[in-house]
Nanobody, 115 residues
Framework: VQLVESGGGLVQPGGSLRLSCEASGFSFSRYAMNWYRQAPGKERELVAAIASPSGWENYADSVKGRFTVSRDNAKNTVYLQMNSLKPEDTAVYYC?????????WGQGTQVTVSS
């Protein structure tokens, strides 16, 4: 099983980034896909979630209206489009797959929002 995140980096406040998470080794379409983040000294928090096959989405209040989660089951990939980024969005972003009590995690990708 692998979850490989990409797309992180350094961006100025107000900018945008698109994270990707490519999955392999499990039945991607049967799993809810989630994006978490962890800032230094803080607990890991759920940022966005997308179910399958319904496509139902859920967001943390802090990112509603700025972040959009999507998935392409044909490509086994989940995305997180992040717009209007703020310094407080700085964190390591992790991709997570969940089905019942089974969880898989990616290695994380750093997002830094700074001028």
């Amino acid at each position: 099983v692998q979850l490989v995140e990409s797309g992180g980096g350094l961006v100025q406040p107000g900018g945008s980034l698109r994270l990707s998470c490519e999955a392999s080794g499990f039945s991607f379409s049967r799993y809810a896909m989630n994006w978490y983040r962890q800032a230094p000294g803080k607990e890991r928090e759920l940022v966005a979630a997308i179910a399958s096959p319904s496509g139902w989405e859920n967001y943390a209040d802090s990112v509603k209206g700025r972040f959009t989660v999507s998935r392409d089951n044909a490509k086994n990939t989940v995305y997180l489009q992040m717009n209007s980024l703020k310094p407080e969005d700085t964190a390591v972003y992790y991709c997570n797959a969940r089905s019942g009590q089974t969880y898989y995690w990616g290695q994380g990708t750093q997002v830094t929002v700074s001028s």
